[in-house]
C-alpha cells in the first residue's frame, strides 16, 4: 500500500522533535461513528477528551450540518468551533455560522440530475446552508458527468453517509483553512483523521493525515498512515498512533 511520509523541507521523514502537533480535525460518520446508524463510540470520545484536557484542540469536520457538529462539540467537550457541510459552513457559536457555498446553485444542479437521471432524491437531514444532500441511490459519476455537461461549477461527492452536491472549490479543506486562522493555528499542526473521499483535501494540507482501515484505496493512498480498524474503534487506533509516536 502506497503512504505518503510527513516530510521535511530537505525531503526527509518528519521526527517527533519536527511535527509540532496543537490540533485534530475529525470526520464523524464512519469516523467517530458507525456509519449508517449514527452510534457515537464512546471510548474514542474519552481519548478525544483526553486529548482536550492536555491541551490540543479538537474539532469536527464532517458533511454533517456544521450545527449538529457544533452541538456535538459542545456536549462531548471539544473545542467550540465546527466545520461543516463538508466545508461549505464554518460555525463558532449558536447564531455565528460562516457560509463558504453557494446553496441555490447547488438546488439548481439537483433540480438538473432529478430531471436527467432516475432515482435522485433528498436525503432527509439537518437544514443545510450550503449544499444539497442526497440520497446514494444514482450512478454518482453519471451525475458529475450531467453537471459538467451543464456549465454548472458544482461537484458531487460521496461521504458514504450520503451524496452531497457542493459549488466547485467548496471542500473540508476550505472550511478547516477560515477554521484555523481563527484559531491561530497552521495546517502543517493539524492531525487529520477520516475514512471517505471527502477527506483527501484535508489530508492535502495537514501535517499528519490518517485513514481508517475501512476507507477506500483512494483514500488511503493520500493519508500518511492508515490504521487497520475501522470506524471509532479505527479512531482510537489513529489517537494511539500519534500519542505514541509524535505527541510530547
Known sequence: MIRRTPQNNL???????????????????????????GMIHLPAVSK???????????FFVTGRSSIEAYILSVFLGMTRI??????????????????????ELCLKGYEVLKQSLSNVDTKPVF?????????????IEEGKKILKERDLELDIVDSKYAF????????KAKG?????????????????????ETDIPVFGICGLSIALGHSDYEVKVHANHVVN???GVGLCDAIDYVTLNYLR
Open 82 to 103: 465546527a466545520i461543516g457541510e463538508n466545508g461549505g459552513v464554518v460555525s463558532k457559536g449558536p447564531s455565528d455560522h460562516t457560509i463558504l457555498g453557494n446553496k
Open 176 to 196: 478547516l483553512n477560515l477554521a484555523l486562522k481563527l484559531l491561530n493555528i497552521e495546517p502543517k499542526e493539524v492531525v487529520a483523521i477520516g475514512d471517505s
Open 127 to 139: 437544514p443545510r446552508l450550503s449544499e444539497v444532500v442526497l440520497q446514494r441511490t444514482f450512478d
Open 164 to 171: 452531497h452536491i457542493n459549488e466547485l472549490g467548496v471542500n
Open 11 to 37: 525531503g526527509y521523514p518528519l521526527s517527533s522533535n519536527e511535527l509540532s502537533i496543537k490540533a485534530f480535525a475529525i470526520d464523524i460518520d464512519g469516523t467517530l461513528t458507525e456509519n449508517g446508524s
Open 48 to 58: 478525544m477528551r483526553f486529548l482536550e484536557k492536555i491541551g490540543y484542540r479538537v
Open 229 to 231: 480498524g475501522k470506524e
